[in-house]
């Protein structure tokens, strides 16, 4: 097994975070490929992702020439791949609640993702007051809040289900916006953020994007299309 994964800016691609913090903090095997977030036609981004995802969209992981893409089929595919590497906890509840976390991240929080996109290296603390304004900026929030809280109790901590697991993973990029644009968050919820941001994958991950100074203009479709 020979796994490469597919990924776009450490900056600003918070899916792309998602499996790489995973497999670097579990420490699975894998070669990285950054493809810059450039969608338009001709770029290197659209053939290069094309030629591997119908879907040409990052991350895509590929097992000897065998292509899986999206977040949740990734995480799922590493799931079986490694089974006693912990992807999802180990007690059958608490892996069901896992899962119903990150398909909770992957189909929602649009008004955080639209109004608070990631951008590591950014610090927006003007942004962040007037998203944390909106009502369905507050309403995700408030969301985040109940589930983050409710999880590190049940659990005891320190992740959200005890020891790291996908769920911490896909809740990353979260951790990184509510940090880079200053969103009115609990203590416990705060502590959380500052547990995440202490992990040594997600201390490469915003290390490597720091690095980058790769930035992409505003009206350039990625940031126009905002995730
Ligand atoms: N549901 C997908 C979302 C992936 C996604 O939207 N990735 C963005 C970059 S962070 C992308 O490749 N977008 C390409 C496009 O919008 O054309 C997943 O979970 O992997």
């Not at 950054?34 to 991350?59: K, M, Q, Y």
């Amino acid at each position: 097994m020979a796994l490469q994964l597919f990924i776009g800016n450490k900056n600003y691609s918070s899916w792309s975070m998602r499996p790489w913090v995973l497999m670097t903090e579990l420490g699975l095997p894998f070669d990285e490929t950054l493809v810059r977030l450039d969608f338009s036609e001709g770029s290197a981004f659209r053939s290069t992702v094309g030629r591997i995802n119908p879907a040409v969209r990052v991350p895509v992981l590929v097992d000897d020439g065998f292509a899986v893409w999206d977040t949740l089929a990734i995480t799922e595919y590493l799931h079986e791949a490694f089974p006693q590497a912990g992807v999802w906890p180990a007690a059958a509840r608490d892996r069901a609640r896992a899962r119903s976390l990150c398909a909770e991240m992957h189909s929602g929080f649009s008004a955080l993702r639209t109004h608070c996109p990631m951008n590591i290296e950014a610090r927006l603390p003007d942004a962040g007051a007037r998203a944390a304004a909106r009502e369905d900026v507050a309403r995700d929030l408030a969301r985040i809040e109940a589930m983050w809280s409710e999880a590190l109790q049940a659990s005891g901590g320190p992740m959200l289900f005890g020891a790291f697991s996908a769920a911490d993973a896909f809740y990353a990029p979260v951790c990184a916006r509510i940090r880079g644009y200053a969103l009115p968050v609990s203590a416990t919820v705060q502590a959380y953020i500052e547990r995440v941001f202490a992990l040594k994958s997600v201390r490469r991950w915003e290390a490597e994007a720091l690095l980058e100074r790769d930035f992409i203009a505003e009206d350039e479709p990625y940031r126009t299309r905002r995730d």
